[in-house]
């Protein structure tokens, strides 16, 4: 008996265990351990003519001289060419948490004689990534997905001040539905304010009007409202009005700051009212990371399902009215659900029966104890006759 006591745990412990087990309100703390156990990663594309300061924008974005711009030559207005698209990755890690940000650096069209020379290499890549996950899904091994797929790509917008041209609409429109596109307004320091919120709505008119989806972001019911506000103060500044510069550039009241140096005055690049630069990076590193992977997600799964179809594999759609995930995720439930139940009634009842067990114990402990009792009495009582009926003699003796 008491060796099967102690085999079984208290059962009202027990209960509150499975309890808190079944509360999936700990779900995100686990999501939140393995994706820190991970790492992140994340991977942006820069497009654009040639000279519009893509390769300054890594720069700046990383602030480190990774990739050969005009300014670190100190050849202003002489840009230096990229040649290859590249790939400039850093590892970040910020209260142990790891994230592996890679940006590919493009060499700018605009000189080519065809413009179809212009985002085919571009659209290769975009594809070439997607094939190669694409590929690692379709292994037997699936455990190591490396994900190299282009999550954003920042177009370059020349800041003309008028309208979009018709090569930006023709390469909108080829990349459109492979990429997430964040329109910026490039070296938006050469307009003046009101030219650059006027340029802004212009922009966003043209690419309605030729039904290029530019980024949007999610605004959830589950956000507070200091997320939802500060969504949609992004949100409003796309196209994103952008200065970049690494240079550090001393401003009329003597800090030294990264900006451009003008006659009338500096431009800070980490200055959110000076330009959307601040607002760019908040959203690629810091808000919006996640949401544009999974609206990269989406558009892979698209293209995944076109290059499936013109592969041949034909899906089988009946295979998925059977298994229905919401439905088979509530019966999953049900189930384990009955099994609790049953688990707690099984361990009532052991519960019940071991009380029982004890009290029909106690109670024979209490009889035999009570037997005991009178028994010792009833042996007490006589030996006090007996001893009464000696003292008796002895007085009588004695007289
Ligand atoms: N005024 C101004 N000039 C800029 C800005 N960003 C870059 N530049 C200058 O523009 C020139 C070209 O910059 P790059 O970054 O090399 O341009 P790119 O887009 O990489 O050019 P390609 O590699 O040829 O495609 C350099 O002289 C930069 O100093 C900006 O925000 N404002
Ligand atoms: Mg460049």
Not at 173 to 189: E, F, G, M, Y
Not at 232 to 255: C, H, K, L, M
Not at 300 to 317: A, T, W
Request: hydrophobic residues 35%; negative net charge.
């Amino acid at each position: 008996m008491a060796a099967a006591e102690a085999a079984a745990p208290p059962p009202q412990v027990q209960r509150r265990k499975l309890t808190s087990y079944v509360g999936f309100a700990n779900l995100p703390n686990q999501v939140h351990r393995s994706c820190v156990r991970k790492g992140f990663s994340f991977t942006a594309m820069v497009v654009g003519e040639t000279g519009l300061g893509k390769s300054t924008l890594i720069n700046t974005l990383f602030n480190t001289n990774l990739v050969p711009s005009g300014e670190e030559r100190g050849l202003h207005d002489e840009p230096a060419k990229t040649v290859n698209i590249e790939t400039i990755s850093a590892d970040i890690e910020e209260n142990d948490v790891r994230l592996r940000l890679n940006i590919i650096d493009t060499p700018g069209f605009g000189d080519f004689i065809n413009n179809s020379e212009a985002w085919d290499p571009i659209l290769q890549t975009i594809e070439a990534r997607m094939d190669s996950y694409l590929e690692q899904e379709n292994r037997v091994n699936r455990s190591r997905i490396v994900d190299n797929r282009v999550h954003a790509l920042l177009y370059f917008i020349q800041p003309t001040g008028h309208a979009l041209r018709q090569i930006d609409i023709e390469f909108l429109s080829r990349l459109n539905d492979r990429v997430n596109v964040i329109p910026i307004i490039a070296k938006s320091d050469t307009l003046s304010e009101e030219e650059v919120a006027s340029f802004k709505k212009r922009i966003m008119a043209d690419l309605k009007h030729h039904g290029i989806q530019t980024v949007t972001l999610p605004i959830s019911e589950y956000d507070d409202e200091e997320t939802i506000a500060e969504t949609q103060e992004i949100q409003s500044r796309i196209p994103f009005a952008i200065v970049g510069s690494n240079n550090i550039v001393t401003t009329a009241d003597g800090r030294h700051v990264r900006g451009r140096a003008y006659p009338w005055g500096v431009i800070e690049i980490d200055n959110e009212d000076h330009s959307d630069f601040v607002k760019l990076r908040q959203m690629l590193i810091r808000t919006n990371m996640e949401d544009l992977k999974e609206q990269a997600n989406v558009l892979y799964e698209n293209y995944r399902r076109q290059k499936l179809i013109s592969m041949g594999v034909v899906q089988d759609e009946s295979v998925f009215k059977q298994v229905n995930p919401g439905a088979q995720h509530a019966e999953a439930r049900a189930l384990h659900e009955a099994k609790l139940a049953r688990m707690e009634n099984e361990m009532k009842l052991v519960f019940q029966r071991k009380v029982s067990e004890k009290e029909a114990k106690l109670k024979q402990s209490e009889e035999e104890l009570y037997a005991r009792h009178s028994e010792m009495r009833h042996a007490l009582d006589t030996q006090r006759q007996e001893l009464e009926e000696y003292k008796r003699r002895l007085q009588n003796s004695l007289r």
